[in-house]
């Protein structure tokens, strides 16, 4: 297939869905994916930092929408597939980024509320997401899903059993996905940062002894900031990536290089 050389980045009118888009590395990608001319819906739990990042990114010039939605929820995001197609027509873009990592325990001590509270999100979420809007890029022929995974879905990590366990799923679950749905020509990719500086390490780039150990343990010798995850994420929602599937895209620093 041939395609544009000078414009595959361009995603003008295409609607692109990232979940918990209000903060951290959801709202550069969704700031990114507006930037190159998409419509963004953004969701997440919390409607005054939706809001709050929708008036950023339409100050810029951006085309953005914002509805609450839980991805745990199998009813809100049922609700949040049929509000986005009513609003906006069907999405050729799902970026599932929402995730938690609310522990930093041995196994040992971790309680079944914490390990479900973690899958129910991480793991669990990206299942009714790729479900829910999936459905309409299968009817249209055309879509791509990009997961936000984690070097720890590559590689362990010490104290994160679950979250490790979450985030292992959604690379395995996408390479499944991938092979089932590339013959409906929808991709499904995930991209996997290593330490990126937001609320969900705040404990880590804070902490002296750990922050150093973290740097010193990636190539790179620095955690990223949130933009520089974008973009893997507007390239593989691009034609740019056309005739990439059920590929995982490390931006962490030369991490899993080592
Ligand atoms: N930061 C890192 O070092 C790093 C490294 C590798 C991978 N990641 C992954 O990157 C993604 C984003 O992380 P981040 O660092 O940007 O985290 P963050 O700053 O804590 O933001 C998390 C976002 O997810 C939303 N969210 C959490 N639970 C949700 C739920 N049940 N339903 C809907 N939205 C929910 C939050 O909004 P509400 O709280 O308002 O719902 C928020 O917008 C996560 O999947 C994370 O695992 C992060």
Redesign the pocket.
Known sequence: MSIDLKTMFDLSGRVCVV????????KSIATALAAHGATVVI????QT?LDAAAEEISHAGGKVDAIT????SEDDVERLARAVEKRHGVAKVLVN?????AIYKRVEDTTLAEWNEIIA??LT?VFLTCRAFGRGMLTAGSGSIVT?????GRVGLGKTGPYCAS?GGVELFTRSLAIDWAPKGVRVNTV?????E????AGLSEHPVLSERITQRTPMRRFAH?DEIAGAVVYLASDASLYVTGQTIGVDGGWTAA
């Open positions: 979940t918990g888009g209000g903060r951290g590395i959801g969701t997440g739990r919390t930092t939605a839980d991805v745990s980024n929402a995730g938690v990592n999100t991480n979420g936000i995974s984690s070097i720890g985030k996997a940062p290593a330490y990126v937001t609320d969900l390490t949130p």
